[in-house]
């Protein structure tokens, strides 16, 4: 028995029993989750009728394609923070011996969390990028110059704020662990 007072006991135990106020949280972003899905599938049917007129250029299906693969790299994300933030926050995940667990469930901490989410914003931010330029050079319009800079500035920002996140996630793991 512990030599702890009661009240110390009950509130340790309704402080530990609060991580589970996170559970919505994380059926929220399954829905979210869905939402991509509806968008990924309203992308591919939008441009269809398009790709098979023998009107399209290849702009288009490259456009497509990053369109495509933004929103599969935002759902990986959104896939990343529910399986590791339920993981290392609420509670591990007793599926059993499944053959198609992905290896890295289980094994996500806090840090690699962050890591693997600024490495997708990075990326997801250098996609929209690359689709902004190319459409601006594909309109035979004149590019929004302000509107590429802002988008350059807020990629590099990320960059930026990536490599920082990791040079202090390097000299935290040179530091002795309390």
């Known amino acids: 028995m512990s030599d702890k007072p009661t009240i110390e006991r009950i509130l340790e135990r309704g ?4 991580r589970w ?4 949280m994380y059926l929220g972003l399954v829905l979210a989750l869905g939402a991509l899905i509806v968008i990924f599938g309203q992308e591919l049917l ?3 009728p398009v790709m098979v007129s023998g ?11 990053l369109s495509l693969i933004d929103l ?3 759902g990986n994300l959104v896939l990343i923070v529910i399986f590791s933030g339920y993981e290392n926050f609420v509670s591990k995940m007793d599926i059993g011996d499944q053959v198609d667990r992905p290896s890295w469930m289980g094994t996500v901490d806090f840090s690699g969390l962050k890591m693997k989410l600024v ?3 990075v990326a997801i931010s250098a996609i ?3 689709k902004a330029f190319l459409q601006a050079t594909e309109a035979d319009v004149p590019i929004d110059q302000t509107r590429m800079l802002w988008l350059v ?21 040179l530091t002795d662990k309390h």
């Open 15 to 18: 402080l530990f029993a609060s």
């Open 21 to 24: 106020l996170m559970a919505p």
């Open 46 to 48: 939008h441009a269809f």
């Open 55 to 65: 009107h399209a250029k290849a702009e288009d299906a490259i456009l497509l394609a």
């Open 72 to 74: 599969s790299l935002a």
């Open 119 to 121: 490495a997708s914003i």
């Open 128 to 130: 929209a990028l690359l």
């Open 153 to 173: 500035v807020i990629h590099l920002a990320f960059v930026v704020s990536g490599v920082l996140l990791a040079l202090m996630d390097w000299l935290a793991s």
